[in-house]
């Protein structure tokens, strides 16, 4: 383990891929986790072809039916090592791009080590939580009632809203709660609107893009945004090393996605081609109408 820090850490990554492949910007975030992190255990809801690099980067592999999303993976991850023997557990998944730079410089912050609970964005939609991307929680939470009560009661529900509502927006307040330190890179509740220049930029192609601009308007009247989707760029800026799939493959809240390919080119070293195969693969998936019918159950 090539550490920043003494801190001994352990990780476990919660995977899923429409077509059940290990794909090549998965096996990059394993490479890059793998160098600081002294235990890695990759676990799967749907990994239905051989990846020899993964043998490689995983402690171990546990494929389990795609029942209760990442939680239930991250718990079931818990499960396979002596988590005492940790000062930290990082719960990681497939559902970002990246790290687009080293991840040793977030884990080595003085606020993170200080955190019983941190993560990369908190966002305000619908209301106040860490998101669960990627978050990080020391042996003193885990070891707590607290910690016991928040793993114990992760359920297999077949609902994804359920898996959101019970845990990923609980957990922050039932932390704080119990006393406990709870921290983000980038905390979405400093950023209550989008920067004129931003929304500008986004605007700036009109015909053919009129529907897409049409979506971003709307995004940005809502009370209550995504950081990782509409902040996206500060959030970058802000050191998180992570980029949220779902905003260049299915572009929700309608920004102006090349603007996202040039930031990554001009300012990381990030592999990018890596990002435009997996993209493409999806759109063939679109394109050949196979598109499986529970997509959502991918992650949270």
């Excluded at 001994?8 to 096996?27: K, Q, S």
Aim: proline content about 5%; aromatic content about 10%; glycine content about 6%.
């Amino acid at each position: 383990m090539n550490s920043p820090s003494a801190t001994t850490r352990a990780l476990i990554y919660a995977h899923w891929d429409r077509d059940g492949l290990v794909d090549p910007y998965v096996i990059h975030a394993l490479r890059e986790y793998r160098g600081v992190v002294d235990r890695l255990v990759f676990v799967s809801t749907h990994c239905t072809h051989v990846c020899p690099a993964l043998a490689s980067l995983a402690d171990e592999v546990v494929i389990r039916d795609n029942e209760g999303f990442d939680f239930a993976s991250w718990r079931e991850g818990l499960g396979r090592f002596d988590v005492a023997a940790y000062d930290e557990i990082i719960f990681a998944n497939s559902s970002v791009y990246g790290p687009l730079w080293p991840i040793g410089g977030c884990l080595s912050t003085p606020a993170a080590r200080q955190a019983d609970l941190w993560g990369m964005t908190v966002s305000s939609e619908p209301e106040v939580h860490l998101q669960s991307y990627f978050m990080g929680m020391s042996r003193r939470l885990l070891a707590s009632d607290c910690g016991r009560r928040l793993w114990e009661g992760v359920r297999l529900v077949t609902d994804k809203r359920d898996a959101i509502d019970h845990y990923e927006l609980r957990w922050m307040a039932e932390c704080l709660a119990n006393g406990f330190v709870v921290h983000a890179l980038f905390d979405g509740r400093g950023y209550p609107r989008v920067a004129l220049g931003e929304q500008l930029a986004n605007m700036a192609c009109w015909p053919p893009w009129q529907k897409r601009v049409r979506r971003y308007r709307r995004s940005i009247r809502r009370p209550a945004y995504n950081p990782s989707h509409l902040h996206w760029k500060a959030v970058l800026e802000s050191g998180v090393p992570l980029l949220k799939v779902d905003l260049l493959r299915d572009n929700p809240v309608g920004i102006d996605t090349q603007r996202i390919h040039d930031w990554l080119a001009a300012h990381t070293a990030y592999p990018v081609q890596i990002i435009h195969d997996h993209l493409a693969r999806m759109q063939r998936r679109r394109a050949s109408g196979s598109e499986p019918a529970e997509i959502g159950r991918a992650h949270v």
